[in-house]
Nanobody
Framework: QVQLVESGGGLVQAADSLTLSCAASGRTFSIYVMGWFHQAPGKEREFVAA????????FIADSVKGRFTISRDNAKNTIYLQMNSLKPEDTGVYYCAADEQAWVSRTASNYDYWGQGTQVTVSS
């Protein structure tokens, strides 16, 4: 198993930037595909970004492409979500997740482990 803890959320203004972190503990971190998901109030959890085990390839949702970047540091057992040009619609809880499968999935139900989430609020 792996335990995930997100941090870095907060209240920001539109057009600001924020970096989220997700620290992992437990099993070897580098065996997991890692992802970020966003859940807006009253809505389902949706895919934001994912990154392969080595960190060589990243996948970004169209809705945030060009604004958000995912990265990972396997030596630090941590992934990051750099969020730029934030918009009010980016408001919600951001979750990191770990997937034991080798391929990258954009489907939340395919991920095996989840953090508790970190709140991001973007004011207009």
């Amino acid at each position: 198993q792996v335990q995930l803890v997100e941090s870095g959320g907060g209240l920001v203004q539109a057009a600001d930037s924020l970096t989220l972190s997700c620290a992992a503990s437990g099993r070897t971190f580098s065996i997991y595909v890692m992802g970020w998901f966003h859940q807006a109030p009253g809505k389902e959890r949706e895919f934001v970004a994912a990154i392969t085990r080595s960190g060589s390839t990243a996948f970004i949702a169209d809705s945030v492409k060009g604004r958000f970047t995912i990265s990972r540091d396997n030596a630090k057992n941590t992934i990051y979500l750099q969020m730029n040009s934030l918009k009010p619609e980016d408001t919600g809880v951001y979750y990191c997740a770990a997937d034991e499968q080798a391929w990258v999935s954009r489907t939340a139900s395919n991920y095996d482990y989840w953090g508790q989430g970190t709140q991001v609020t973007v004011s207009s």
